[in-house]
Protein backbone atom coordinates (compact mmCIF):
# COMPACT_ATOMS: atom_id res chain seq x y z
CA UNK A 1 0.00 0.00 0.00
CA UNK A 2 1.28 3.45 -0.65
CA UNK A 3 2.50 5.80 2.42
CA UNK A 4 0.45 8.34 3.77
CA UNK A 5 1.17 11.32 5.14
CA UNK A 6 -0.58 11.84 8.86
CA UNK A 7 -0.79 15.44 10.25
CA UNK A 8 -1.79 16.52 14.20
CA UNK A 9 -3.40 19.76 13.05
CA UNK A 10 -4.21 22.90 15.26
CA UNK A 11 -0.68 23.88 16.18
CA UNK A 12 1.00 27.51 15.42
CA UNK A 13 3.93 27.08 13.66
CA UNK A 14 7.51 28.25 14.84
CA UNK A 15 11.41 28.24 13.34
CA UNK A 16 13.29 29.16 10.24
CA UNK A 17 13.21 27.32 6.92
CA UNK A 18 15.91 26.97 4.25
CA UNK A 19 14.73 27.13 1.13
CA UNK A 20 15.91 24.40 -1.44
CA UNK A 21 16.97 24.81 -4.90
CA UNK A 22 13.54 25.68 -6.84
CA UNK A 23 12.14 22.80 -8.97
CA UNK A 24 10.99 24.67 -11.57
CA UNK A 25 14.69 25.95 -12.44
CA UNK A 26 16.38 22.66 -11.42
CA UNK A 27 14.55 20.29 -14.41
CA UNK A 28 14.98 22.88 -17.00
CA UNK A 29 18.95 23.07 -15.92
CA UNK A 30 19.16 19.50 -15.73
CA UNK A 31 18.15 19.78 -19.67
CA UNK A 32 20.24 22.16 -20.41
CA UNK A 33 23.79 20.17 -19.17
CA UNK A 34 22.90 18.34 -22.37
CA UNK A 35 24.14 21.42 -24.05
CA UNK A 36 27.74 21.63 -22.59
CA UNK A 37 31.06 19.88 -23.56
CA UNK A 38 32.19 20.06 -20.19
CA UNK A 39 30.98 19.05 -16.98
CA UNK A 40 28.62 20.35 -14.87
CA UNK A 41 27.81 20.84 -11.34
CA UNK A 42 24.54 22.49 -9.90
CA UNK A 43 24.12 22.76 -5.65
CA UNK A 44 21.84 22.02 -3.50
CA UNK A 45 19.26 20.42 -5.80
CA UNK A 46 16.18 18.32 -3.96
CA UNK A 47 15.95 15.08 -4.06
CA UNK A 48 12.43 15.36 -5.90
CA UNK A 49 10.67 12.23 -8.09
CA UNK A 50 11.06 14.67 -11.04
CA UNK A 51 14.76 14.92 -10.51
CA UNK A 52 14.73 11.59 -9.87
CA UNK A 53 12.73 11.01 -13.57
CA UNK A 54 15.65 13.45 -15.02
CA UNK A 55 18.62 11.85 -14.07
CA UNK A 56 17.13 8.55 -15.53
CA UNK A 57 16.74 10.92 -18.55
CA UNK A 58 20.33 12.02 -18.17
CA UNK A 59 21.32 8.71 -17.96
CA UNK A 60 19.58 6.86 -20.83
CA UNK A 61 21.15 9.96 -22.79
CA UNK A 62 25.04 8.59 -21.95
CA UNK A 63 25.57 11.12 -18.82
CA UNK A 64 27.51 10.42 -15.94
CA UNK A 65 25.20 11.56 -13.03
CA UNK A 66 26.24 11.74 -9.45
CA UNK A 67 25.11 13.40 -6.00
CA UNK A 68 27.45 15.47 -4.72
CA UNK A 69 27.47 17.35 -1.18
CA UNK A 70 24.28 17.89 -1.90
CA UNK A 71 23.84 18.69 -5.84
CA UNK A 72 24.56 17.09 -8.67
CA UNK A 73 27.30 16.39 -10.91
CA UNK A 74 26.66 15.64 -14.83
CA UNK A 75 29.52 14.08 -17.06
CA UNK A 76 28.20 14.63 -21.19
CA UNK A 77 27.75 11.96 -23.42
CA UNK A 78 31.40 10.33 -24.66
CA UNK A 79 29.64 10.12 -27.92
CA UNK A 80 26.20 11.56 -29.52
CA UNK A 81 23.02 9.96 -28.35
CA UNK A 82 20.81 8.21 -30.55
CA UNK A 83 17.73 11.27 -29.45
CA UNK A 84 15.21 8.47 -28.13
CA UNK A 85 14.53 8.99 -25.42
CA UNK A 86 12.81 6.41 -22.60
CA UNK A 87 8.65 6.31 -22.58
CA UNK A 88 8.72 5.96 -18.17
CA UNK A 89 10.69 8.98 -17.27
CA UNK A 90 8.78 11.00 -20.09
CA UNK A 91 5.17 10.04 -19.46
CA UNK A 92 6.24 10.91 -15.64
CA UNK A 93 6.65 14.32 -16.20
CA UNK A 94 6.11 17.30 -18.13
CA UNK A 95 9.16 18.74 -17.70
CA UNK A 96 10.71 15.89 -20.49
CA UNK A 97 9.69 18.41 -22.84
CA UNK A 98 12.72 20.36 -22.21
CA UNK A 99 15.23 17.51 -23.58
CA UNK A 100 13.42 18.52 -27.13
CA UNK A 101 16.46 21.10 -28.15
CA UNK A 102 19.50 20.18 -26.25
CA UNK A 103 19.03 16.71 -27.82
CA UNK A 104 18.47 18.20 -31.56
CA UNK A 105 21.78 19.75 -30.68
CA UNK A 106 23.35 16.52 -29.40
CA UNK A 107 21.96 13.98 -31.75
CA UNK A 108 20.27 15.83 -34.66
CA UNK A 109 17.08 14.15 -34.11
CA UNK A 110 14.49 13.47 -31.13
CA UNK A 111 11.83 11.18 -30.21
CA UNK A 112 9.71 11.07 -27.59
CA UNK A 113 6.50 10.40 -26.54
CA UNK A 114 3.76 12.76 -25.07
CA UNK A 115 5.13 14.50 -21.66
CA UNK A 116 2.74 13.37 -18.44
CA UNK A 117 3.11 15.20 -15.04
CA UNK A 118 -0.19 16.48 -13.08
CA UNK A 119 -4.21 16.28 -14.66
CA UNK A 120 -4.67 20.08 -15.21
CA UNK A 121 -6.34 20.60 -17.71
CA UNK A 122 -4.89 20.69 -21.30
CA UNK A 123 -0.88 21.68 -21.54
CA UNK A 124 0.08 21.81 -25.30
CA UNK A 125 3.42 21.92 -26.63
CA UNK A 126 2.27 23.71 -29.83
CA UNK A 127 4.47 26.72 -28.85
CA UNK A 128 7.44 24.78 -28.26
CA UNK A 129 7.04 23.58 -31.68
CA UNK A 130 6.34 26.06 -33.65
CA UNK A 131 9.43 28.16 -32.42
CA UNK A 132 11.67 24.99 -33.35
CA UNK A 133 9.98 24.40 -36.92
CA UNK A 134 11.00 28.23 -37.72
CA UNK A 135 14.69 27.37 -36.76
CA UNK A 136 14.86 24.48 -39.07
CA UNK A 137 13.44 21.52 -37.14
CA UNK A 138 11.17 19.03 -39.09
CA UNK A 139 8.28 17.93 -36.67
CA UNK A 140 5.94 14.44 -37.49
CA UNK A 141 3.65 12.66 -35.27
CA UNK A 142 3.96 8.86 -35.96
CA UNK A 143 1.76 6.76 -34.07
CA UNK A 144 1.65 8.80 -30.66
CA UNK A 145 5.61 9.41 -30.87
CA UNK A 146 6.76 12.76 -31.66
CA UNK A 147 9.95 13.16 -33.92
CA UNK A 148 11.85 16.17 -34.31
CA UNK A 149 14.83 15.90 -36.74
CA UNK A 150 17.71 19.15 -37.59
CA UNK A 151 18.43 20.47 -41.40
CA UNK A 152 21.81 18.76 -42.37
CA UNK A 153 23.53 22.01 -40.97
CA UNK A 154 21.63 22.29 -37.38
CA UNK A 155 19.43 24.40 -36.01
CA UNK A 156 19.62 28.22 -36.80
CA UNK A 157 18.42 31.15 -35.49
CA UNK A 158 15.00 33.26 -36.28
CA UNK A 159 12.73 36.16 -34.77
CA UNK A 160 10.44 34.18 -33.40
CA UNK A 161 7.11 36.29 -31.64
CA UNK A 162 5.13 33.83 -28.68
CA UNK A 163 1.89 33.76 -28.77
CA UNK A 164 1.87 33.69 -25.51
CA UNK A 165 4.46 34.04 -22.86
CA UNK A 166 4.54 30.16 -22.01
CA UNK A 167 7.45 29.27 -19.50
CA UNK A 168 8.15 26.47 -21.01
CA UNK A 169 8.47 27.28 -24.37
CA UNK A 170 10.40 30.52 -23.92
CA UNK A 171 12.86 28.01 -22.15
CA UNK A 172 12.86 25.30 -25.09
CA UNK A 173 13.78 27.93 -27.57
CA UNK A 174 15.70 30.01 -25.23
CA UNK A 175 18.49 26.58 -25.17
CA UNK A 176 17.46 25.67 -29.04
CA UNK A 177 18.87 29.68 -30.01
CA UNK A 178 22.27 29.57 -27.39
CA UNK A 179 23.25 26.69 -29.99
CA UNK A 180 22.38 27.62 -33.27
CA UNK A 181 23.60 29.06 -36.22
CA UNK A 182 22.82 33.12 -36.08
CA UNK A 183 20.83 35.06 -34.35
CA UNK A 184 17.61 34.52 -32.28
CA UNK A 185 14.62 36.88 -30.98
CA UNK A 186 12.45 35.90 -28.98
CA UNK A 187 10.08 38.33 -27.88
CA UNK A 188 6.53 38.28 -26.37
CA UNK A 189 8.88 35.55 -23.42
CA UNK A 190 7.91 35.13 -20.62
CA UNK A 191 9.77 36.61 -17.37
CA UNK A 192 9.80 34.25 -14.62
CA UNK A 193 12.54 34.37 -12.40
CA UNK A 194 13.44 31.02 -13.39
CA UNK A 195 14.15 32.19 -17.04
CA UNK A 196 16.30 34.22 -15.87
CA UNK A 197 17.94 31.51 -13.53
CA UNK A 198 18.62 29.51 -16.75
CA UNK A 199 20.01 32.35 -18.84
CA UNK A 200 22.27 32.91 -15.94
CA UNK A 201 23.37 29.62 -16.41
CA UNK A 202 24.07 29.11 -19.89
CA UNK A 203 26.07 32.90 -19.67
CA UNK A 204 28.36 30.85 -17.60
CA UNK A 205 28.68 28.05 -19.86
CA UNK A 206 30.14 30.21 -22.36
CA UNK A 207 25.93 31.85 -24.22
CA UNK A 208 25.82 34.85 -25.69
CA UNK A 209 21.92 36.27 -24.02
CA UNK A 210 20.68 39.57 -23.22
CA UNK A 211 16.88 40.29 -22.12
CA UNK A 212 16.42 36.88 -20.06
CA UNK A 213 14.02 38.01 -17.58
CA UNK A 214 11.96 40.24 -20.34
CA UNK A 215 9.97 40.06 -23.01
CA UNK A 216 12.26 40.31 -25.21
CA UNK A 217 15.58 38.19 -25.06
CA UNK A 218 18.29 38.21 -28.51
CA UNK A 219 20.72 35.18 -28.22
CA UNK A 220 23.71 34.73 -30.30
CA UNK A 221 24.13 31.47 -31.17
CA UNK A 222 27.26 29.40 -30.07
CA UNK A 223 29.55 26.40 -31.56
CA UNK A 224 30.07 25.16 -28.59
CA UNK A 225 29.24 25.84 -24.61
CA UNK A 226 31.10 24.79 -21.80
CA UNK A 227 30.53 23.29 -18.69
CA UNK A 228 30.13 25.07 -15.28
CA UNK A 229 29.09 25.37 -11.51
CA UNK A 230 25.74 27.04 -10.66
CA UNK A 231 23.76 27.29 -7.55
CA UNK A 232 20.02 28.00 -8.76
CA UNK A 233 17.42 30.46 -7.19
CA UNK A 234 15.45 29.49 -4.19
CA UNK A 235 12.01 27.66 -4.60
CA UNK A 236 9.65 30.64 -4.55
CA UNK A 237 6.67 28.07 -4.62
CA UNK A 238 7.78 25.71 -1.50
CA UNK A 239 8.14 29.56 0.30
CA UNK A 240 4.27 30.39 -0.80
CA UNK A 241 3.60 27.02 0.66
CA UNK A 242 5.05 27.44 4.29
CA UNK A 243 3.85 31.14 4.38
CA UNK A 244 0.68 29.76 3.63
CA UNK A 245 0.95 27.15 6.24
CA UNK A 246 1.50 30.24 9.02
CA UNK A 247 -1.41 32.12 7.72
CA UNK A 248 -3.57 29.17 8.66
CA UNK A 249 -1.98 28.19 11.50
CA UNK A 250 -0.80 31.19 13.28
CA UNK A 251 2.63 31.34 14.17
CA UNK A 252 6.13 32.89 12.99
CA UNK A 253 8.03 31.51 10.38
CA UNK A 254 11.83 32.59 8.68
CA UNK A 255 11.94 31.67 5.08
CA UNK A 256 15.76 32.02 4.69
CA UNK A 257 17.39 33.12 1.01
CA UNK A 258 13.81 34.46 0.11
CA UNK A 259 13.67 37.02 -2.11
CA UNK A 260 10.19 39.03 -1.33
CA UNK A 261 10.01 40.36 -4.95
CA UNK A 262 10.06 36.47 -6.31
CA UNK A 263 6.86 36.39 -4.36
CA UNK A 264 5.18 39.14 -5.26
CA UNK A 265 1.65 39.09 -5.18
CA UNK A 266 1.55 36.57 -2.45
CA UNK A 267 2.95 38.50 -0.09
CA UNK A 268 0.23 41.47 -0.84
CA UNK A 269 -2.66 39.04 -0.95
CA UNK A 270 -1.30 37.52 2.76
CA UNK A 271 -0.80 40.99 3.80
CA UNK A 272 -4.71 42.00 3.25
CA UNK A 273 -5.53 39.11 5.11
CA UNK A 274 -3.89 39.62 8.16
CA UNK A 275 -0.51 38.49 8.25
CA UNK A 276 3.36 40.86 9.25
CA UNK A 277 5.53 40.25 6.42
CA UNK A 278 9.13 41.93 7.51
CA UNK A 279 12.21 41.55 5.15
CA UNK A 280 15.62 40.90 7.02
CA UNK A 281 19.03 40.65 6.39
CA UNK A 282 18.63 36.92 6.44
CA UNK A 283 14.96 36.52 4.42
CA UNK A 284 11.97 37.18 4.70
CA UNK A 285 9.50 36.94 7.93
CA UNK A 286 5.77 36.02 8.00
CA UNK A 287 4.09 35.61 11.15
CA UNK A 288 0.31 35.99 12.34
CA UNK A 289 -1.08 36.35 15.50
CA UNK A 290 -4.54 37.92 14.78
CA UNK A 291 -7.92 36.44 12.67
CA UNK A 292 -7.78 35.84 9.42
CA UNK A 293 -9.77 38.15 7.18
CA UNK A 294 -11.12 37.32 3.52
CA UNK A 295 -9.21 38.97 0.82
CA UNK A 296 -11.98 39.17 -2.47
CA UNK A 297 -11.02 37.55 -5.31
CA UNK A 298 -7.39 37.37 -6.60
CA UNK A 299 -6.53 36.08 -9.97
CA UNK A 300 -3.22 33.99 -11.39
CA UNK A 301 -2.14 35.18 -14.37
CA UNK A 302 1.85 35.68 -15.87
CA UNK A 303 4.58 36.73 -14.06
CA UNK A 304 4.46 39.42 -11.98
CA UNK A 305 0.75 38.20 -11.25
CA UNK A 306 -0.32 35.78 -8.82
CA UNK A 307 1.70 32.63 -9.51
CA UNK A 308 -0.75 29.79 -10.38
CA UNK A 309 1.31 27.30 -8.70
CA UNK A 310 0.85 29.50 -5.51
CA UNK A 311 -3.11 29.54 -5.43
CA UNK A 312 -4.30 26.13 -4.24
CA UNK A 313 -1.44 26.79 -1.45
CA UNK A 314 -2.31 30.63 -0.78
CA UNK A 315 -6.36 29.25 -0.67
CA UNK A 316 -5.82 26.50 1.68
CA UNK A 317 -3.92 29.38 4.51
CA UNK A 318 -7.17 31.20 4.02
CA UNK A 319 -10.07 28.49 4.62
CA UNK A 320 -10.59 29.57 8.24
CA UNK A 321 -10.77 33.35 7.58
CA UNK A 322 -13.62 35.80 8.35
CA UNK A 323 -15.26 37.25 5.31
CA UNK A 324 -15.32 35.39 1.18
CA UNK A 325 -12.37 34.94 -0.93
CA UNK A 326 -11.80 33.90 -4.21
CA UNK A 327 -9.01 32.12 -6.77
CA UNK A 328 -9.30 32.25 -10.06
CA UNK A 329 -7.09 30.39 -12.34
CA UNK A 330 -6.60 32.22 -15.60
CA UNK A 331 -3.76 29.47 -16.66
CA UNK A 332 -5.04 26.00 -15.93
CA UNK A 333 -8.58 24.01 -16.08
CA UNK A 334 -8.52 22.01 -13.18
CA UNK A 335 -5.90 24.13 -10.73
CA UNK A 336 -8.39 23.42 -7.68
CA UNK A 337 -8.88 19.30 -7.72
CA UNK A 338 -7.86 19.82 -3.70
CA UNK A 339 -11.59 21.50 -3.36
CA UNK A 340 -13.05 17.72 -2.23
CA UNK A 341 -10.20 17.83 0.23
CA UNK A 342 -11.11 20.94 1.48
CA UNK A 343 -15.05 19.87 1.87
CA UNK A 344 -14.29 16.94 3.74
CA UNK A 345 -12.61 19.04 6.52
CA UNK A 346 -15.18 21.02 6.87
CA UNK A 347 -14.27 23.98 4.73
CA UNK A 348 -16.77 26.42 3.20
CA UNK A 349 -15.87 26.30 -0.24
CA UNK A 350 -17.09 25.49 -3.78
CA UNK A 351 -15.86 25.43 -7.38
CA UNK A 352 -17.15 27.93 -9.87
CA UNK A 353 -15.06 27.21 -13.69
CA UNK A 354 -11.98 27.90 -13.08
CA UNK A 355 -12.48 29.35 -9.39
CA UNK A 356 -12.02 28.23 -6.23
CA UNK A 357 -14.47 30.44 -4.20
CA UNK A 358 -14.39 30.32 0.27
CA UNK A 359 -17.22 31.30 1.96
CA UNK A 360 -15.56 32.15 4.93
CA UNK A 361 -15.98 31.25 8.64
CA UNK A 362 -15.02 27.53 8.21
CA UNK A 363 -13.80 25.11 10.71
CA UNK A 364 -11.74 22.81 9.89
CA UNK A 365 -11.22 19.31 11.10
CA UNK A 366 -9.48 16.33 10.39
CA UNK A 367 -10.18 14.15 7.91
CA UNK A 368 -8.62 11.30 4.96
CA UNK A 369 -8.23 12.81 1.57
CA UNK A 370 -5.97 12.31 -1.60
CA UNK A 371 -3.88 14.37 -3.72
CA UNK A 372 -5.01 14.25 -7.33
CA UNK A 373 -1.92 16.86 -8.04
CA UNK A 374 1.41 18.52 -6.74
CA UNK A 375 0.54 21.72 -5.63
CA UNK A 376 -3.49 20.57 -4.64
CA UNK A 377 -1.21 17.91 -2.33
CA UNK A 378 0.58 20.71 -0.92
CA UNK A 379 -2.39 22.51 -0.49
CA UNK A 380 -4.00 19.40 1.40
CA UNK A 381 -1.15 19.42 3.75
CA UNK A 382 -1.18 23.05 4.88
CA UNK A 383 -5.29 22.87 5.29
CA UNK A 384 -4.40 19.94 7.44
CA UNK A 385 -1.87 21.78 9.20
CA UNK A 386 -4.53 24.60 10.43
CA UNK A 387 -7.58 21.36 11.43
CA UNK A 388 -8.64 20.34 14.32
CA UNK A 389 -7.25 16.58 15.08
CA UNK A 390 -6.11 14.31 12.80
CA UNK A 391 -5.60 13.62 9.26
CA UNK A 392 -4.43 11.07 6.39
CA UNK A 393 -3.43 12.43 2.86
CA UNK A 394 -2.83 10.15 0.69
CA UNK A 395 -1.18 10.35 -3.00
CA UNK A 396 1.74 11.35 -1.46
CA UNK A 397 3.52 10.29 -5.20
CA UNK A 398 2.12 13.95 -6.60
CA UNK A 399 3.44 15.67 -3.39
CA UNK A 400 7.16 14.15 -3.69
CA UNK A 401 7.06 16.15 -7.28
CA UNK A 402 8.03 19.29 -5.78
CA UNK A 403 8.90 18.65 -1.62
CA UNK A 404 11.27 16.28 -0.97
CA UNK A 405 10.05 15.98 2.65
CA UNK A 406 7.12 17.78 3.38
CA UNK A 407 7.32 16.35 6.60
CA UNK A 408 10.43 17.16 7.92
CA UNK A 409 9.70 21.11 6.34
CA UNK A 410 6.55 21.59 8.50
CA UNK A 411 7.90 19.08 11.47
CA UNK A 412 11.09 21.61 11.58
CA UNK A 413 8.84 24.03 12.66
CA UNK A 414 7.10 22.09 15.19
CA UNK A 415 4.19 20.40 13.84
CA UNK A 416 3.28 17.33 14.47
CA UNK A 417 2.80 14.85 11.54
CA UNK A 418 4.97 12.41 9.57
CA UNK A 419 4.48 9.23 6.93
CA UNK A 420 2.96 5.65 7.35
CA UNK A 421 1.99 3.18 5.67
CA UNK A 422 -1.53 2.40 4.42
Given at each position: ????????????L???????????S???????????????????????S??Q????????????????????????????????????????????????????????????????????????????????????????????????????????????????????????????????????????A????????L??????????????????????????????????????I?????????????G?????????????Q??????????????????????????????????????????T??????????????????????????????????????????????????????R?????V??????????????A??????????????????????????????????????
Open positions: MEDRLWVWGGRPEGEVRLPAAKNVLPLLAASLLCSGPVVLHGVPPLDVQSILLLQALGCRVNWQNGGLAIQPPVQPPCGVLPAGPVRAMRSSVFYLAPVLHAAGRVSMPMPGGCDLGPRPIDIHLDGLVKMGARVAWQQGVLCLECPPRGLHGADITLRLPSVGATETLLMAAVRAHGPTVLRGACEPEIADADFLRSCGAHISGAGSPVVWVQGADRLGGAEHTPIPDRVAATAAAAVAGTGQVLLRRCRGEALGVLEVLRNAGCEVTLTQNGLCIARSGPLQGVGRVYTGIYPAFADAAPVVAAGLLTARGASAFEDTIFENRFSCAEGFLAMGAQVRRAGRALEILGGGLHGAETAQDLRGGAALVVALAAEGESRIGGLCHIRRGYADIAALFGGLGAELGVCAG
